[in-house]
């Protein structure tokens, strides 16, 4: 995963190919205020991912599980060989990395023992 600009970026090999999704989190807590998928897997017809990303944008990281399976339920052949389970993984893998940036967790490494 890396950052790229204000977003952030995870990613995850499929069958079909690479699946890379870019988010740009939003003001409120688990928000994704934009999203990109790009990768090097077939998205059939032209358009079809801007039509995924507006379904996203806007929404919290609880409701994306919901809008990818209406999603692929209303758009069966339009991206042939990956899962609607693989663009949620990618996108919780990218939101994984956003909480990382923002926890006020202490650092592990500052559990260890003083001597």
């Known amino acids: 995963m890396s950052t790229s600009g204000s977003g952030v970026t995870g990613e ?6 690479i699946v890379r999704a870019t ?4 003001a409120a807590r688990n928000q994704i205020q ?5 990768g090097t897997f ?3 017809p032209a358009g079809i991912l801007a039509k995924l990303e507006l379904t996203l944008a ?8 919901g809008k990818i399976e209406d999603f692929f339920a209303q758009n069966p052949t339009a991206l042939p060989g990956v899962e609607p ?3 949620l993984t990618v996108l ?6 956003v909480r990382r940036t923002i926890s006020t967790a202490p650092d592990p490494a500052a559990w260890k023992k003083q001597s």
């Open 85 to 87: 389970e693989e663009f």
């Open 42 to 44: 077939k998205a059939e």
């Open 23 to 26: 988010i740009v989190p939003g």
């Open 12 to 17: 995850l090999p499929t069958k079909a190919g």
């Open 34 to 38: 934009s999203v990109s998928f790009s």
């Open 58 to 65: 806007g929404s919290t990281i609880d409701e994306a599980p």
């Open 92 to 97: 919780t893998l990218a939101f994984m990395k």
